[in-house]
C-alpha cells in the first residue's frame, strides 16, 4: 500500500558526494520512521541511517558517522541521505525502507527498489 521511488544514486570519486532521494506515495507517510540501508556484492545488507518522521531522531551507523546526514520533507514525503566524503568502501545498493517503527535491522514492511551509488578510487 506504500511505494517508494528512489533516485541519486550514481558514479562518484573518492571524497566526493551524492544526495539520495526516497518519494513515498500510496497514503500519507508523515507519521513513518525511514532508513536507509546498503548491500554490497557478498555482504549482508546493513542499516546506515534512520530517522523518525514524527520526531527529530535521527542515528547512523558508526561507518557512516559524521559524513552521512537523512533529513526528509514532511510536505513532499521524500526522505533524503545526503552522502559526503564517500570512500570506495561506501559503494552498494543503497535501499530507503519505511516502517511506523524504527529500526536498525531489517523489519520494515515497505522499500524502495535500490539505486546503486559506486565510489571509485
Known amino acids: 500500500q506504500v511505494q517508494l521511488v528512489e533516485s541519486g544514486g550514481g558514479l562518484v570519486q573518492a571524497g566526493g558526494s551524492l544526495r539520495l532521494s526516497c518519494a513515498a506515495s500510496g497514503r500519507d507517510f508523515s507519521s513513518y520512521a525511514a532508513a536507509w540501508f546498503r548491500q554490497a556484492p557478498g555482504k549482508e545488507r546493513e542499516f546506515v541511517a534512520g530517522?523518525?518522521?514524527?520526531?527529530?531522531?535521527?542515528y547512523y551507523a558508526d561507518s557512516v558517522k559524521g559524513r552521512f546526514t537523512i533529513s526528509r520533507d514532511n510536505t513532499k514525503n521524500t526522505v533524503y541521505l545526503q552522502m559526503d566524503s564517500l570512500k570506495p568502501e561506501d559503494t552498494a545498493v543503497y535501499y530507503c525502507a519505511a516502517g511506523r517503527i524504527p529500526s536498525t535491522s531489517a523489519p520494515y514492511p515497505y522499500w524502495g527498489q535500490g539505486t546503486q551509488v559506486t565510489v571509485s578510487s
Open positions: 530517522c523518525t518522521w514524527s520526531g527529530g531522531t535521527t
